[in-house]
């Protein structure tokens, strides 16, 4: 008699959760403190690639609904990661990671670039900087294309919205409150046409 069972794949395996608050306070603050010019790149490897907390897909639904929510993505991003593992105290607990430390260290930075603003060492590392932060969101973008092709809408339709958003923002210099209110509406209704079950 042969085992039928051998040949059925195993389940997939659940994303890991945060131990505890603290696992969940620090994990934040260490994401906060490496985040020069944007924490969007070093979340995505920390929290989807070394912690396994969520998968790049899951990851991608919550970077959308951060990107539409007013305030800093990734602080729109620790809340609900927060609140989806432990209520209304990870929330705050994720939030105190993202901001307490580093607020007091950005206050004694601002206290020393004051003193020391016109030097050109300053100057040329802050401009370094910044191409480093430019360099990491672009990577992150890449790696994340790849949720592209199990999306509703597929690569192509979303590189036509893509493409129509870098035009609006990055070219003609709409607001983006207008450029979302115009896009928006018509990607939620082709992603719904797209779900929607054939009769």
Request: glycine share 10%.
């Amino acid at each position: 008699m042969s085992d039928d069972t051998a040949d059925i794949p195993p389940p997939p395996a659940e994303p890991a959760a945060p131990r505890s608050l603290g696992d969940l306070f620090w994990t934040f603050t260490s994401l906060s403190m490496q985040g020069f010019g944007g924490v969007l790149a070093i979340a995505q490897r920390e929290l989807v690639e070394h912690k396994q907390w969520m998968t790049r897909e899951q990851f991608v639904e919550i970077l959308s609904v951060s990107q539409v929510l007013p305030g800093p993505n990734i602080v729109n991003m620790s809340l609900m990661i927060g609140d989806r593992h432990f209520g209304l105290r990870g929330a705050f607990t994720a939030l105190a990671g993202m901001l307490l430390i580093p607020m007091l260290v950005v206050l004694g930075i601002a206290a020393l670039y004051a003193q020391f603003a016109s030097h050109p060492m300053v100057s040329g590392a802050l401009r370094g900087m910044g191409a480093v932060s430019a360099g990491l969101v672009i990577a992150t973008a890449v790696k994340l294309a790849t949720t592209l092709r199990k999306g509703p809408m597929g690569v192509p339709i979303s590189m036509v919205f893509g493409a129509l958003t870098f035009v609006a923002v990055g070219l003609l210099r709409w607001p983006l409150i207008w450029v979302l209110l115009a896009l928006g509406p018509i990607a939620i209704g082709v992603a719904w046409h797209r779900l929607k079950p054939l009769p």
